[in-house]
């Protein structure tokens, strides 16, 4: 197709979008409150007192055991859910804001796997309209359509760990300058009402001043300007984790480190009507009733499957993303680069995240397990993708993290690879009392998690109290939060430290600290400051980053943090960023875990040793085995 024909065609799918926004496109344009918010005020203030609630503490994981163990066949519960996932705990947490009685088991840690090693991006998906527009896919357009309405909603509901992120999209000849403003614009109108900013076009000078790091050529090409749009950026697992949590202040049993086994059926029907669930830790075993199973285990959701029916044919397509953390230069704060086309078709990005530069991504076919390793032709791609379009040197030296995570993407027979698979979800019951979502992506999880529970109520007759109260519910910290928090943590909490000597000294809450707590935190930051002040756990536990000590004690307390890799990847970040750092943080962070717990010296050392096999498999520039050449 010649350039001026892609163009007519993106001007007339432009004008044909903007038929159907301002002629049928009312829900686009119109905030989505369902029928269930008209009538369900008081459920709402009720769900939202619960979590919100600034003196409340979730129940113990010894407790939340015991109500699993509690959930007889006389007495079940209405949805035992497997995953502890972005689906998963959004399954949990949907279900019981219903006003139903909920279980939530997860064989590693909340976020283990996918949901924490995202793009980080909450996005409509810029690649799926142009698809949608070039090969008049109305399915794709839908996609585009819905994951911008739940995009807003993401941010809006978990306000301190996400918000709007400018992505720039360089040109080097004026047809990309027109054909890429001209289907933003697209992407914008699309969004309607649940538009973040404006998409605009900036000179060559003025993008160079605005991401300075920005090669001026490209291919013996000459920058002729950027077009620059807005999407979302996220915390993944602290929104996971926020997830879980708030499910159980609504008062769900969400358990951890607890793995299904088996499933019970009822010996008339054949119907599942619970699990054998194993404590990972104890390796204490025990019965759950339920009167549906939501299996949400993402990549690992046919293994699940099988478990009741050992013929049960693969329902989705593991692929492989790969990203990269590289030091702060690489890109500016507050401004992300993306290529949606690099020369052999594939998208790259870079994108400031906390504080650190993340970079990717790959996709391609993979087999599933449990600690996906990133190959080193992988991150060599991502490092020779990023050099075209940087004035900066790339090296492979300058890697501080990478990482693999598997997109469980729904499997569509006749697609060749896959990029061409869609990114919707797929909710099943292929098997009596057992309910399977799979596919989709974070952006949509909340809408993923409604579909999800309303299948589960059909399946199993249940008698919700009201409908799906979500979508305008914030996850706790998040409400009443501002962006000026930061400043409270600031002017009245100091950190105290115990230095080597072992006397207590006060530091400053400087801003790197306030700001880290508030955003990580949202109101709850002040319980995090107050521990770091009365106990003595003011420290920063790794140099040049804002974690500090207090974190690991307040998330042993109040976030289920049961083991150190469950801190240094879920609760902070640490081995996401910087995995070394990370490595050199581990004692303490063991130290102040096994004080929180009681762990005995065995433990300790249990805990260290599977903390550095888990950050092996996070291929840094000093973990990793390469020849360093061109990088």
Known sequence: MSSAARLRRVCAAALATATVASVGG?????????????????????????????????????????????????????????????TGCGVAFDAVTRGLRVGLVEREDFSSGTSSRSTKLIHGGVRYLEKAVFNLDYGQLKLVFHALEERKQVIENAPHLCHALPCMTPCFDWFEVVYYWAGLKMYDLVAGARLLHFSRYYSAKESIELFPTLAKKGNDRNL????????????????????????ALAGAAVLNHAEVISFLKDEATGRIIGARIRDNFSGKEFETYAKVVVNAAGPFCDSVRKLADKEATSMICPSSGVHIVLPDYYS????????????????????????????????????????????????????????????VKVRRTDVLSAWSGIRPLAVDPTAKSTESISRDHVVCEDYPGLVTITGGKWTTYRSMAEDAVDAAVKSGKLSPKNGSVTHNLRLMGGDGWEPSYFTVLAQQYVRMKRTHGGKVVPAIMDTAAAKHLSHAYGTLAERVAAIAQNEGLGKRLAHGYPFMEAEVAYCARNEYCESAVDFIARRSRLAFLDTDAAGRALPRVIEILAAEHMWDKSRKAQELQKAKEFLETFKSSKNAHFHDGKH
């Not at 020369?343 to 995240?353: A, S, Y």
Request: with cysteine.
């Open 26 to 86: 009312s829900i686009i344009l119109s905030p989505n409150i369902s029928s269930n918010d008209r009538g369900s005020g008081t459920v709402l203030e009720a769900v939202r007192s619960k979590i919100n609630d600034p003196y409340a503490n979730v129940p113990s994981r010894a407790v939340q055991e015991s109500a699993l163990i509690g959930a007889s066949q006389a007495n079940p519960l209405d949805i035992l859910v497997v995953g502890g996932g972005a």
């Open 224 to 247: 002729r300007g950027t077009v620059v749009y807005y999407d979302g950026q996220m915390n993944d697992s602290r929104v996971n984790v926020g997830l879980a949590c708030s499910a």
């Open 332 to 391: 500016p704060d507050g401004m992300g680069l993306i290529v949606p086309k690099t020369k052999d078709g594939r998208v790259v990005f870079m994108l400031p995240w906390l504080g650190r530069t993340v970079a990717g991504t790959t996709d391609s076919n993979t087999i599933i397990t449990p600690l996906p390793e990133p190959h080193e032709d992988e991150i060599q791609f991502i490092l020779d993708a990023i050099s075209d379009y940087l004035s």
